[in-house]
């Protein structure tokens, strides 16, 4: 007589059976399928987008190498013999580049110190100060930024003539300082708030004045915002053809206004085009590279515990 297992025994023995797995490669969950397809998206999207980036830069590397015959051939050559004329014809002769470097590197330069310096004293009471309309004069101080740059050439052009500072690197600084300044008080701002306000606190509690809490406390803390700023102000300042088109002169000329005066009416000279722009590009990719890092540093500001 046979007899059939009912009842808690038969709920153990189903409870002990073994939960078979998927084969590797097929989703557990349709919620897996999903998150696999989103990634395989975002690669396609950024493996584009390098591409989209990084072709031209690399094309414009490779063309700079290369002589006239092989620059303006129909076909693109792939395969050539790299030669250093377009390099060379940048610094010899009239084609000297040495100056417009030199007045970048002063420009650029001298611009994003100040920038830096300004807007790391603006940007702390900007954080610091607690009044009604913070809001809006931090959307204020920003918006000066997205005016665009036909707005105030005119009116800054009759002000540096009037003070003799057309054609001359002042007058540089001054006209980048005026878009770069914005930007370095809006950001440096959003990194000291990130500073917990209990560690000035204690350093006013151990003697130190308001100055020295700053300058012992909070600087070392938002190194990384400095840095990124004064990176950031770089690259605008270094880049910029508006102000220097109008605003220099013989004596004042910047690295972007050497590379438009190679494209004139009997032709462009493409060999020593690619040339240069290697050389305006590489700096700010490197500093760029290097600001990365920073960037990522002062996004994680203030993140203390307990606070």
């Known amino acids: 007589m046979s007899t059939s297992t009912t009842g808690p025994d038969r709920t153990a023995r189903t409870a002990r059976r073994p939960v078979q797995a998927a084969p590797r490669g097929v989703p557990q969950s349709p919620l ?30 490779l063309s700079s190498f290369k002589n006239s015959a092989d620059v303006t051939a129909a076909t693109p050559q792939f395969l050539f013999t790299p030669v ?19 007045h970048s590197v002063l420009a650029a330069g001298i611009s994003a110190v100040l920038a830096v310096c300004l807007g790391a004293l603006a940007g702390y009471g900007l954080a610091r100060t607690q ?15 997205m005016a665009p740059i036909a707005a ?12 003799g500072l057309i054609d001359s690197i002042p007058g540089l600084v001054l006209a980048y300082l005026s878009f770069n300044l914005p930007f370095a008080i809006w950001l440096m701002s959003a990194f000291f708030a990130e500073v917990p306000p209990s560690l000035e606190e204690s350093a006013l509690v151990a003697g130190c004045t308001r100055w020295q809490a700053f300058r012992t406390v909070i600087l070392p ?3 990384s915002g400095l ?10 300042a270094w880049n910029d053809y508006a102000f220097a ?17 190679l494209v004139t009416q009997t032709g462009i000279d493409w060999g020593q085009l690619t040339a240069i722009g290697t050389i305006v590009v590489i700096p700010m990719m490197l500093a ?14 203030g993140a203390v515990t307990g606070e």
């Not at 397809?37 to 094309?59: D, E, F, K, Q, S």
């Not at 972007?256 to 005066?261: E, L």
Request: hydrophobic share 55%; net charge positive.
């Open 152 to 163: 105030i050439v005119v009116p800054l052009f009759l002000i540096f003539r009037g003070l």
């Open 227 to 236: 840095v990124t700023t004064f990176v950031l102000c770089l690259v605008f």
């Open 221 to 223: 803390l938002t190194k």
């Open 84 to 102: 250093l004329d377009n390099y060379r014809n940048l610094f010899t002769g009239a084609n000297n580049l040495w100056p417009y470097i030199w």
């Open 32 to 61: 897996e399928e999903s998150g696999r397809g989103t990634r395989w998206v975002v690669a396609i999207v950024v493996v584009v987008a390098m591409l989209w980036t990084l072709v031209p830069l690399l094309w414009m590397l």
């Open 245 to 261: 088109v109008v605003f220099s002169g013989p004596n004042s000329q910047t690295l972007p206004i050497a590379a438009s005066q």
């Open 288 to 301: 760029g590279l290097a600001v990365r890092r920073w960037l990522v540093t002062g996004l994680t500001l």
């Open 131 to 145: 009044m009604r309309g913070k809001k809006h004069l931090a959307f204020w101080i920003i918006s000066t930024r």
